[in-house]
């Protein structure tokens, strides 16, 4: 049987960048409609090294939304339904699961945890958003945050900036 290379498409793409993002971390904070797609597509792409964190389950609202959310999957945690799906796309990912609430005192050592490259900040609750945000601009790591849309509908608002 021959062998395909599932990054086939990816390399051609992306050239020689193909290495750099195989080496590349990244850490995803929160895993509900906008980090649990990041989670997928950034494995996808096939980074080399995922760190993913969420201590919420799945909810019967969730499936409306989320990549992670189907009726088999209510009450699961969505950390360990989404490094199970991650690592059936890419089984050699190396994959850190912190199934946990990210507040201020635990967001120093979770950005510590490992050299990350990418911070993606998917997180609903505003206090530990923030100081997410400020430490990894004080550890000057660069970040993506999604701010809240919840019940939102005009899309001509989105705002993509620099804070």
Partial sequence: METIDWQER???LIKSNSEKLSQSRVLIVGLGGVGGMAAEMICRAGIGKLTIVDNDTIHPSNINRQI???HSNVGKSKSQVAANRLLDI?????LNVFDMYVKDENIVELLKAD???YVVDAIDTIAPKVYLLYNACKFNIPIVS???AGGKTNASLVKIDDI
């Fill in 10 to 12: 990816t390399k051609l």
């Fill in 68 to 70: 992670l959310a189907f």
């Fill in 90 to 94: 890419n089984p050699k990912l190396e």
């Fill in 115 to 117: 050299s990350f490259d």
């Fill in 146 to 148: 999604s701010m809240g």
